[in-house]
């Protein structure tokens, strides 16, 4: 089923965050397995937290020497693949790219974040180059202010956008919330509004990132069967 994987050339971009709002949101109606490919294990450690839920089946410590079976494995069982990496341009980046349906490449709103965003996107389409196919790919703006959106990142969307470059319109917006789940484990929706500020806007926030990569991928789906027809 369809693998997701969350990929920048840069640390602390926000790739484990999205990847575990994500799944959350997802795995309240489905299936997913979660693979962590992060030497770090960001993304397994939330995982193994009391409150991750049950239908996110965890695959950790997964190598550049196992993560295309772990994907293929993966792929046959749940209805979703999401797959965390590292901040680097790997042998095990680059394995994963080439098996995706969809890359998410994170930006935060700086000129720094935005040309590692295009570093990555390059990955991707060299990948795609290789394989001798199209590996959709889009950015998602992350750690956005809900209140303003300053100049440099309102700059940084038209460049994307006049390079052709798809963005995500759900930005993943900075909350504590988003930051909460990663100390406390279990999902925003777990989370205790009174303690934890702009739980519902997180909510809200992390829906309209899934239903918009939920889309996304049935327009890739459409798109490849009129290619194909
Ligand atoms: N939307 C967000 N809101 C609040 N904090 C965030 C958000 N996205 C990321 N962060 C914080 O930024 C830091 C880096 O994010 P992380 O997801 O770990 O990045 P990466 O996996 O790319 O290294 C973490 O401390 C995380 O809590
Ligand atoms: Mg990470």
């Known amino acids: 089923m369809p693998t997701i994987v969350f990929a920048s050339s840069k640390g602390g971009a926000g790739k484990t965050t999205a ?20 030497p770090n294990q960001h993304s397994a450690k939330w995982a193994q937290k009391e409150g991750c839920p049950s239908n996110i089946i965890l695959i950790e410590k997964s190598t550049e020497e196992t993560i295309i079976e ?12 999401l797959v965390d990496l590292e901040g680097t341009a790997s042998m095990a980046v680059a394995s994963a790219i080439s098996r995706a349906d969809l890359v998410i490449t994170l930006c935060q709103g700086s000129q720094d974040d935005a040309d590692e965003a295009v570093k990555t996107i390059k990955l991707v389409n060299r990948q795609a180059k290789v394989l001798n196919r199209g590996i959709p790919y889009v950015v ?3 750690r956005t202010n809900p209140a303003i ?6 700059h940084i969307i038209n460049e994307f956008r006049s390079a052709g470059v ?3 319109e759900t930005s993943l917006i900075d909350r504590e919330a988003f ?16 303690q934890v500020s702009g739980v519902e806007k997180a909510v809200a926030n992390a829906h309209a990132l899934a ?13 490849k069967e009129l290619n194909y027809a």
Do not use: W
Not at 179 to 194: K, N
């Open 70 to 81: 772990d994907i293929d494995v993966a792929q046959e069982k749940t209805a979703f693949v």
């Open 149 to 154: 959106t300053p100049r440099t990142l309102k």
């Open 19 to 38: 990847a575990i709002v994500l799944a959350s949101e997802l795995a309240q109606g489905t299936s997913v397995t979660l693979i962590d490919a992060d």
């Open 166 to 168: 798809e963005i995500l």
């Open 179 to 194: 930051r909460a789940i990663r100390s406390f484990g279990g999902t925003i929706h777990d989370l205790d509004s009174s």
């Open 140 to 142: 998602l703006m992350t």
């Open 211 to 223: 239903v918009e990569v939920i889309q996304k991928l049935k327009n890739i789906k459409n798109e």
